[in-house]
């Protein structure tokens, strides 16, 4: 449209400029005669305003109309997106609120490219209208070159923002992006250049410096951050399949893969069946198509006849079939896609490679080195095995942690996707605190990977998700026929796995059925020896995702679907039960020598051999028939040092039963069953049993190791230190004594470390309190010269004991602080535990009582999650005296009378005496003198039965309050002196911080006498 005369284009600028809104008479005249107005503003303007409808007229029939008089002036009656800079205003707004790079470059490019020249070339108007747009010009193209940049088009932005810096020299958003993209094209040095320029343009014309984040991305540049390396971001597709249903769970993988598009020319994405390869593949070349303007192409070699597929030609076929390439004389297919792809930038997707592994192989290889600007990106479940061929493993989703709220699941990009599928294919379904368990299990079970959840999920509908995971042992059954179109090899889950099956070799095969005997994965050195699969076939199988060997620690193992096929193989092979045997054998050999190692500074790691064996060690168990018994035993002390005493008492309970059939009879071992039956009855008492552990003892040492004395010396020893404290405690000191005169003679020294360590604790529980240190320092002596992390343990409890009872609680705390880090780097979890109780004690002690609760707290957390009886005793007496200590006597007695019956199921003789005399307490301060007496009365019993001075000094205390709440203030006071004499006998005097029921009753004697009882010294301290 043609606007003849100068002032009605100006018109015609003022209203577009704000279009939709009227725009006043004093604006429009100010703007066509500026100082030098007509004398008739008002009428010349309408004048000039009946022009510009003539000519819109002209130009559009009816278009007259679209000026308007409205006050205060006259308006252009369209949309604001109706006008350029409206169109482009609303297209900026659209690319702020998108996250995605393509979406927001595509935006910002259309709005840029309404722009034909400056704002309102030639016009001057006023309020500085033209000016306002030329910035959000500039701030758009700001915008979108940092889009840009984000998508990779670094060459060709590096080139086309040279004219617009020239022009703004100064925009230090603008010379940015220029700098990063001359930096990432490869033109390092003018990137500097540009920099320096800029900086010397500042300093001359405004005096300043380069921003900080100007000055931040050239130091990046100059020490070549890989962030300053540009990563390509993709574009919409085309020329490719269409999917259904999103990509859920491969953000990062798709992004790795199009960031190695850019770097690499032939990338493979491998991994097992039904992991989601194609539709991995499918989404990377999706994003990626505006790195590659001349085409992407998608080709599925799946579809051909393997038998007939030979050569490379052969594949080329497909592939010039699907870029539309017919045979144009005597070249061959491979010539042809050569030339048709040699001067273009393009990206060729060959999909399920390994169905025509070495051809399709030959054909890229030829296709890369004749077309340079080609890229390849192939999905097979084996590499190409080409120079320079990218490999991406595609692992399966990742599977729920250990807790199984809703919430807490969805984290997870296994369950996101089962529960996607799973609410598709049945009405209602959803996950909840109900569905939650059985949705983690199913996930687990079928190893992430994304065919077989998808498959399970249309099984929602039939079977619902309980009975869905309960019946997975028979996944091949229950996901047959689950799902109907696509390939026939994606139709079941068993169709999935036999498709890898028939591509592999003899060799192959037969090593991946074996490997199925192996539970959690194995060592090479498992496989080679009892599967007799050498290394070379297990890189065949890894090459071909069906094993998967894990970086950290080179284990070799199966997916379970896959480790179920597997196993249905040699069962028609008929080799299960010989290499179930192999394979008992061998760990059986693996934990008798780990059971050597354990003992020393080997511990700590032959510990972490043994945690990452849990599951083969079990499953030896479960098969291993005659060599259980043996097996059993080498794990004793294994299962001891991690605190697994339910699962050592059920693998023992078990190995111990008669053989079931007549290939599991051996030759009787006397002495391995004497060996089990000590283990047993010790992991009896550890898992918490209400059995008289002295009973068990006995019976466990009864006739066993006839002429064996230190075979018989270490069952003694060690059956008496895991419950040194319950049972006939007399008898448990005669045997340590024992073990311990048999371990010095035969010059054993770790033994007799160990020993001396029990013996320390008797002592302590004797009051013999110089001795005891002298053991506990022996002790510590000797296990720091043998570097046993354990035994360094149980002599700084011993001696963490002697400091808290001697009154220096700063020793006991540093001492078991030590151990807590050694327990806690060793995963001894209930030894954490006794050491968090230890540290809650010192800190009762201290009079912090939010600190000693909570400290309890976790201790009984921690013990009972790993169902240690003991320690969850301990941790809660402590909770006990924590809870009296605050005055809340309901809940002392409630955590104190817990644990009552266990310790009368079990002898704990000494912690009975313990906790009724702090019930005793608890019912004197409630005025209850006759309770509180017969309390202590009772209590007193069992203290003099464990022969423990400071135990009896504690009942003769509650024995004296009681006897003054009742108003024998005589008989209290006599008790008192007697207790305060039996502390001072044992070298411990009642520490301050332990005076407090003391110094109540002495109070109250006081008050009603006049008279103060003597209670001899308080760590070194006279009372008056």
Same mark, same amino acid.
């Given at each position: 449209?043609? #606007?003849?005369?100068?002032?009605?284009?100006?018109?015609?600028?003022?209203?577009?400029?704000?279009?939709?809104?009227?725009?006043?008479?004093? $604006?429009?005249?100010?703007?066509?005669?500026? %100082?030098?107005?007509?004398?008739?503003?008002?009428?010349?303007?309408?004048?000039?305003?009946?022009?510009?409808?003539?000519?819109?007229?002209?130009?559009?029939?009816?278009?007259?109309?679209?000026?308007?008089?409205?006050?205060?002036?006259?308006?252009? %009656?369209?949309?604001?997106?109706?006008?350029?800079?409206?169109?482009?205003?609303?297209?900026?707004?659209?690319?702020?609120?998108?996250?995605?790079?393509?979406?927001?470059?595509?935006?910002?490019?259309?709005?840029?490219?309404?722009?034909?020249?400056?704002? +309102?070339?030639?016009?001057?108007?006023?309020?500085?209208?033209?000016?306002?747009?030329?910035?959000?010009?500039?701030?758009?193209?700001?915008?979108?070159?940092?889009?840009?940049?984000?998508?990779?088009?670094?060459?060709?932005?590096?080139?086309?923002?040279?004219?617009?810096?020239? $022009?703004?020299?100064?925009?230090?958003?603008?010379?940015?992006?220029?700098?990063?993209?001359?930096?990432?094209?490869?033109?390092?040095?003018?990137?500097?250049?540009?920099?320096?320029?800029?900086?010397?343009?500042?300093?001359?014309?405004?005096?300043?410096?380069?921003?900080?984040?100007?000055?931040?991305?050239?130091?990046?540049?100059?020490?070549?951050?890989?962030?300053?390396? =540009?990563?390509? $971001?993709?574009?919409?597709?085309?020329?490719?399949?269409?999917?259904?249903?999103?990509?859920?769970?491969?953000?990062?993988?798709?992004?790795?893969?199009?960031?190695?598009?850019?770097?690499?020319?032939? #990338?493979?994405?491998?991994?097992?069946?039904?992991?989601?390869?194609?539709?991995?593949?499918?989404?990377?070349?999706?994003?990626?198509?505006?790195?590659?303007?001349?085409?992407?192409?998608?080709?599925?070699?799946?579809?051909?006849?393997?038998?007939?597929?030979?050569? !490379?030609?052969? #594949?080329?076929?497909?592939?010039?079939?699907?870029?539309?390439?017919?045979?144009?004389?005597?070249?061959?297919?491979?010539?042809?896609?050569?030339?048709?792809?040699?001067?273009?930038?393009?990206?060729?997707?060959?999909?399920?490679?390994?169905?025509?592994?070495?051809?399709?192989?030959?054909?890229? =290889?030829?296709?890369?080195?004749?077309?340079?600007?080609?890229?390849?990106?192939?999905?097979?479940?084996?590499?190409?095995?080409?120079?320079?061929?990218?490999?991406?493993?595609?692992?399966?989703?990742?599977?729920?942690?250990?807790?199984?709220?809703?919430?807490?699941?969805?984290?997870?990009?296994?369950?996101?996707?089962?529960?996607?599928?799973?609410?598709?294919?049945?009405?209602?379904?959803?996950?909840?605190?109900?569905?939650?368990?059985?949705?983690?299990?199913?996930?687990?079970?079928?190893?992430?990977?994304?065919?077989?959840?998808?498959?399970?999920?249309?099984?929602? $509908?039939?079977?619902?998700?309980?009975?869905?995971?309960?019946?997975?042992?028979?996944?091949?059954?229950?996901?047959?026929?689950?799902?109907?179109?696509?390939?026939?090899?994606?139709?079941?889950?068993?169709?999935?796995?036999?498709?890898?099956?028939?591509?592999?070799?003899?060799?192959?095969?037969?090593?991946?059925?074996?490997?199925?005997?192996?539970?959690?994965?194995?060592?090479?050195?498992?496989?080679?020896?009892?599967?007799?699969?050498?290394?070379?076939?297990?890189?065949?199988?890894?090459?071909?995702?069906?094993? *998967?060997?894990?970086?950290?620690?080179?284990?070799?193992?199966?997916?379970?679907? #896959?480790?179920?096929?597997?196993?249905?193989?040699?069962?028609?092979?008929?080799?299960?039960?010989?290499?179930?045997?192999?394979?008992?054998?061998?760990?059986?050999?693996?934990?008798?020598?780990?059971?050597?190692?354990?003992?020393?500074?080997?511990?700590?790691?032959?510990?972490?051999?043994?945690?990452?064996?849990?599951?083969?060690?079990?499953?030896?168990?479960?098969?291993?028939?005659?060599?259980?018994?043996?097996?059993?035993?080498?794990?004793?002390?294994?299962?001891?040092?991690?605190?697994?005493?339910?699962?050592?008492?059920?693998?023992?309970?078990?190995?111990?039963?008669?053989?079931?059939?007549?290939?599991?009879?051996?030759?009787?071992?006397?002495?391995?069953?004497?060996?089990?039956?000590?283990?047993?009855?010790?992991?009896?008492?550890?898992?918490?049993?209400?059995?008289?552990?002295?009973?068990?003892?006995?019976?466990?040492?009864?006739?066993?190791?006839?002429?064996?004395?230190?075979?018989?010396?270490?069952?003694?020893? +060690?059956?008496?230190?895991?419950?040194?404290?319950?049972?006939?405690?007399?008898?448990?000191?005669?045997?340590? =004594?024992?073990?311990?005169? *048999?371990?010095?003679?035969? =010059?054993?020294?770790?033994?007799?470390?160990?020993?001396?360590?029990?013996?320390?604790?008797?002592?302590?529980?004797?009051?013999?309190?110089?001795?005891?240190?002298?053991?506990?320092?022996?002790?510590?002596?000797?296990?720091?010269?043998?570097?046993?992390?354990?035994?360094?343990?149980?002599?700084?409890?011993?001696?963490?004991?002697?400091?808290?009872?001697?009154?220096?609680?700063?020793?006991?705390?540093?001492?078991?602080?030590?151990?807590?880090?050694?327990?806690?780097?060793?995963?001894?979890?209930?030894?954490?535990?006794?050491?968090?109780?230890?540290?809650?004690?010192?800190?009762?002690?201290?009079?912090?009582?939010?600190?000693?609760?909570?400290?309890?707290?976790?201790?009984?957390?921690?013990?009972?999650?790993?169902?240690?009886?003991?320690?969850?005793?301990?941790?809660?007496?402590?909770?006990?005296?924590?809870?009296?200590?605050?005055?809340?006597? %309901?809940?002392?007695?409630?955590?104190?009378?817990?644990?009552?019956?266990?310790?009368?199921?079990?002898?704990?003789?000494?912690?009975?005496?313990?906790?009724?005399?702090?019930?005793?307490?608890?019912?004197?301060?409630?005025?209850?003198?006759?309770?509180?007496?017969?309390?202590?009365?009772?209590?007193?019993?069992?203290?003099?039965?464990?022969?423990?001075?400071?135990?009896?000094?504690?009942?003769?205390?509650?024995?004296?309050? !009681?006897?003054?709440?009742?108003?024998?203030?005589?008989?209290?006071?006599?008790?008192?002196?007697?207790?305060?004499?039996?502390?001072?006998?044992?070298?411990?005097?009642?520490?301050?911080?332990?005076?407090?029921?003391?110094?109540?009753?002495?109070?109250?004697?006081?008050?009603?006498?006049?008279?103060?009882?003597?209670?001899?010294?308080?760590?070194?301290?006279?009372?008056?």
């Amino acid at each position: 449209m043609h #606007v003849p005369e100068r002032k009605v284009r100006t018109l015609l600028a003022m209203l577009l400029a704000d279009p939709g809104r009227p725009v006043s008479v004093d $604006r429009l005249v100010d703007a066509l005669w500026g %100082d030098r107005p007509p004398r008739n503003p008002s009428g010349t303007l309408q004048a000039r305003v009946s022009q510009l409808r003539r000519v819109l007229d002209d130009a559009e029939p009816g278009a007259r109309a679209l000026v308007v008089a409205r006050p205060p002036g006259y308006l252009i %009656d369209v949309p604001p997106d109706a006008v350029d800079s409206g169109r482009f205003a609303a297209l900026v707004v659209q690319a702020h609120e998108v996250a995605d790079p393509l979406t927001r470059s595509r935006l910002l490019g259309e709005a840029l490219a309404l722009w034909r020249g400056p704002a +309102f070339d030639g016009f001057d108007l006023p309020h500085g209208a033209a000016t306002e747009l030329d910035e959000r010009r500039l701030a758009a193209l700001e915008e979108h070159a940092e889009a840009r940049l984000e998508l990779g088009e670094h060459a060709a932005l590096s080139a086309e923002l040279t004219a617009e810096v020239a $022009r703004h020299p100064l925009r230090e958003r603008l010379r940015a992006a220029h700098l990063r993209a001359l930096y990432r094209a490869g033109r390092q040095s003018e990137a500097m250049a540009g920099y320096h320029d800029l900086r010397e343009r500042l300093a001359e014309e405004l005096g300043v410096e380069p921003s900080p984040e100007l000055s931040a991305l050239y130091l990046s540049m100059l020490e070549q951050e890989p962030s300053e390396a =540009g990563r390509p $971001r993709p574009r919409v597709p085309s020329r490719l399949p269409a999917v259904l249903g999103e990509l859920i769970g491969r953000g990062d993988a798709v992004e790795r893969a199009r960031a190695q598009l850019v770097s690499d020319r032939l #990338v493979t994405l491998t991994g097992p069946g039904g992991v989601g390869k194609t539709r991995l593949a499918l989404e990377t070349a999706a994003r990626s198509a505006g790195d590659h303007p001349d085409g992407v192409w998608f080709v599925e070699l799946a579809a051909e006849q393997a038998h007939t597929v030979k050569t !490379a030609a052969d #594949v080329a076929e497909p592939v010039a079939r699907v870029l539309g390439l017919w045979d144009e004389g005597g070249d061959g297919p491979v010539e042809r896609l050569t030339r048709a792809l040699r001067a273009r930038r393009s990206l060729l997707v060959l999909d399920n490679c390994e169905h025509v592994i070495e051809p399709a192989a030959e054909l890229a =290889g030829r296709l890369l080195a004749g077309a340079s600007g080609l890229r390849i990106l192939a999905t097979s479940r084996e590499p190409l095995g080409l120079p320079g061929e990218r490999l991406q493993i595609v692992p399966p989703l990742d599977l729920p942690g250990p807790e199984t709220t809703p919430d807490a699941l969805l984290k997870s990009s296994a369950v996101r996707l089962f529960v996607a599928r799973a609410g598709a294919a049945a009405h209602g379904f959803a996950l909840d605190e109900a569905s939650a368990p059985w949705v983690a299990s199913i996930c687990r079970r079928l190893d992430g990977l994304p065919l077989a959840l998808e498959l399970a999920a249309t099984r929602v $509908r039939s079977l619902g998700v309980r009975e869905l995971a309960i019946r997975l042992d028979d996944r091949f059954r229950i996901l047959a026929d689950a799902r109907h179109g696509g390939p026939e090899r994606q139709r079941t889950l068993r169709a999935m796995i036999g498709w890898s099956w028939e591509l592999l070799t003899g060799p192959e095969r037969v090593a991946l059925r074996r490997l199925v005997v192996h539970a959690g994965g194995c060592t090479l050195d498992a496989a080679e020896t009892v599967c007799d699969a050498d290394a070379t076939v297990l890189a065949r199988l890894v090459d071909r995702s069906l094993v *998967v060997r894990t970086e950290q620690d080179g284990r070799y193992r199966l997916l379970e679907s #896959v480790a179920a096929y597997g196993l249905e193989r040699l069962r028609e092979a008929g080799e299960e039960a010989e290499f179930r045997r192999r394979h008992a054998r061998y760990y059986t050999g693996l934990a008798e020598r780990a059971a050597e190692r354990l003992h020393g500074p080997e511990q700590a790691e032959w510990l972490y051999v043994l945690d990452r064996e849990a599951a083969n060690l079990t499953a030896a168990l479960k098969h291993g028939g005659a060599v259980a018994v043996r097996l059993a035993n080498a794990l004793g002390w294994y299962w001891f040092l991690r605190g697994r005493f339910g699962e050592a008492r059920t693998a023992l309970e078990s190995a111990l039963r008669p053989p079931t059939t007549a290939s599991d009879t051996t030759p009787s071992d006397t002495t391995a069953s004497d060996d089990a039956a000590v283990w047993l009855a010790a992991f009896t008492m550890l898992a918490g049993e209400s059995k008289d552990s002295e009973q068990l003892r006995r019976t466990a040492l009864t006739a066993a190791y006839a002429g064996d004395e230190f075979a018989r010396a270490k069952a003694e020893w +060690f059956l008496s230190h895991v419950h040194w404290a319950y049972g006939d405690m007399a008898a448990n000191e005669e045997r340590v =004594g024992h073990a311990l005169s *048999v371990f010095q003679a035969r =010059g054993d020294r770790w033994f007799t470390a160990a020993a001396l360590t029990t013996r320390a604790k008797f002592a302590l529980g004797h009051g013999h309190l110089a001795a005891a240190r002298h053991d506990a320092e022996t002790s510590m002596a000797i296990f720091d010269e043998l570097g046993d992390p354990w035994g360094r343990l149980e002599a700084s409890d011993a001696l963490a004991r002697h400091a808290e009872i001697t009154g220096d609680h700063d020793e006991s705390a540093r001492r078991h602080r030590a151990a807590l880090r050694v327990a806690e780097e060793l995963r001894m979890w209930p030894e954490v535990s006794y050491r968090l109780s230890g540290l809650g004690r010192l800190a009762l002690l201290a009079g912090d009582l939010d600190q000693a609760r909570d400290l309890h707290e976790r201790a009984l957390d921690l013990a009972g999650r790993h169902a240690a009886r003991s320690a969850q005793e301990f941790a809660e007496i402590g909770l006990g005296l924590v809870a009296r200590a605050r005055g809340d006597l %309901d809940a002392a007695e409630a955590h104190l009378r817990t644990w009552l019956g266990w310790l009368r199921g079990i002898g704990g003789t000494a912690g009975i005496a313990f906790a009724h005399a702090q019930l005793g307490f608890i019912a004197e301060e409630r005025g209850d003198a006759d309770t509180a007496l017969a309390l202590h009365t009772e209590g007193l019993a069992g203290a003099r039965a464990v022969g423990d001075p400071r135990a009896v000094a504690l009942a003769l205390e509650g024995l004296a309050g !009681a006897r003054s709440l009742a108003g024998d203030h005589a008989a209290a006071s006599g008790l008192l002196a007697e207790a305060a004499a039996l502390r001072e006998a044992a070298g411990a005097p009642l520490p301050a911080a332990e005076r407090r029921d003391v110094d109540r009753i002495i109070g109250r004697i006081r008050a009603a006498s006049g008279v103060t009882p003597h209670m001899g010294t308080v760590h070194g301290e006279g009372e008056p």
